[in-house]
């Protein structure tokens, strides 16, 4: 397959991109490349690539800035979804889309949230990103999209590698004991991209590592696998970190369509984060 990936040059799109590179003709676009929230620019661009499929890692992650830059948030993280959605109807070819755990709201506080679970975002961010969702399955009504949380890989800022850094350096850091979800590598979201894409499978899907825990358990665990001091990792509570964006304080999801259509590939977090401290 030809593949065109956007966003290549963050951290999800620079997995994908050497990913899938082994098997499939792949070009990567970022903003200096292409910019896609213009519809003009997107669809005089893609007949040049003539796609097979349209992988969209591109978004605006910066939760707090959304809440000061909305009319972007909604560009980059809506609109360029409906732009690429049409280029890749042009195109005749299949789309995939990223969406967040920041869709939900936080309330339920047990289990996880399934894909028809009633969605709720509280930010910016994620109302933006769930407005992307609505126009991909608009759109692009057979298009696959895979709701992640707590991303992280290799290049670039990441939440796993800042507390690997800061205790093996011996700094303290402060850590919220009261938010809950899954860290994800970027590595077995890219791997279950590519086996959704081959199945031929259409739909949300909840694409987490397995497990779940709190950021202060998360960091714990880096610093643990990195040889870091753990004792320099202070909890705290989300009142003593006040952020501009809410975040959900309880945001696990269950990939239960992963699960029951028996197309999971997700290892548990503890795992994946072990293979990335390690290996990458």
């Given at each position: 397959?030809?593949i065109?990936i956007?966003?290549?040059?963050?951290?999800?799109?620079?997995?994908?991109?050497?990913d899938?590179s082994?098997?499939?003709?792949?070009?990567?676009?970022?903003?200096?490349?292409?910019?896609?929230?213009?519809?003009e620019?997107?669809?005089?661009?893609?007949?040049?690539?003539?796609?097979?499929?349209?992988?969209?890692?591109?978004a605006?992650?910066?939760?707090?800035?959304?809440e000061?830059?909305?009319?972007?948030?909604?560009?980059?993280?809506?609109?360029?979804?409906r732009?690429?959605?049409?280029?890749?109807?042009?195109?005749?070819?299949?789309?995939?889309?990223?969406?967040?755990?920041?869709?939900?709201?936080?309330?339920?506080?047990?289990?996880?949230?399934?894909?028809?679970?009633?969605?709720?975002p509280?930010?910016i961010?994620?109302?933006?990103?769930?407005?992307?969702?609505?126009?991909?399955?608009?759109?692009?009504?057979n298009?696959?999209?895979?709701?992640?949380?707590?991303?992280?890989?290799?290049?670039?800022?990441n939440?796993?590698?800042?507390?690997?850094?800061?205790?093996?350096?011996?700094?303290?850091?402060?850590?919220?004991?009261?938010?809950?979800?899954?860290?994800?590598?970027?590595?077995?979201?890219s791997?279950?991209?590519?086996s959704?894409?081959?199945?031929?499978?259409?739909?949300?899907y909840?694409?987490?590592?397995?497990?779940s825990?709190?950021?202060?358990?998360?960091?714990?665990?880096?610093?643990?696998?990195?040889?870091?001091?753990?004792?320099?990792?202070?909890?705290?509570?989300?009142?003593?970190?006040?952020?501009?964006?809410?975040?959900?304080?309880?945001?696990?999801?269950?990939?239960?369509?992963?699960?029951?259509?028996?197309?999971?590939?997700?290892?548990?977090w503890?795992?994946?984060?072990?293979?990335?401290?390690?290996?990458?």
């Open positions: 397959m030809k065109l956007t966003g290549a040059n963050g951290n999800l799109g620079r997995r994908l991109m050497k899938f082994h098997e499939h003709e792949v070009v990567g676009v970022d903003i200096d490349r292409l910019d896609i929230t213009d519809r620019a997107v669809h005089r661009f893609t007949p040049q690539i003539n796609p097979d499929a349209i992988i969209n890692a591109a605006f992650t910066a939760v707090d800035k959304c000061e830059e909305v009319d972007l948030a909604y560009a980059v993280n809506a609109v360029a979804v732009n690429l959605c049409e280029a890749a109807n042009n195109a005749g070819a299949r789309f995939v889309h990223y969406s967040t755990d920041f869709v939900f709201d936080g309330e339920r506080m047990e289990g996880g949230y399934r894909e028809f679970d009633p969605v709720n509280l930010s961010y994620g109302k933006s990103k769930y407005a992307g969702e609505v126009e991909a399955t608009r759109h692009c009504p298009s696959i999209i895979l709701r992640v949380a707590w991303l992280y890989g290799p290049g670039g800022w939440f796993s590698d800042w507390v690997a850094e800061q205790t093996t350096q011996g700094n303290e850091i402060r850590i919220v004991t009261d938010q809950f979800g899954c860290p994800t590598w970027v590595g077995d979201v791997a279950q991209t590519q959704l894409l081959e199945a031929g499978a259409s739909g949300i909840h694409s987490v590592n397995t497990g825990c709190s950021r202060y358990d998360w960091a714990l665990e880096a610093a643990r696998i990195a040889g870091g001091d753990v004792n320099k990792i202070k909890p705290i509570t989300s009142e003593e970190f006040p952020q501009k964006a809410p975040r959900p304080k309880y945001s696990v999801l269950d990939n239960f369509y992963l699960k029951t259509q028996r197309l999971e590939r997700m290892r548990p503890q795992e994946a984060l072990q293979a990335h401290l390690t290996d990458s």
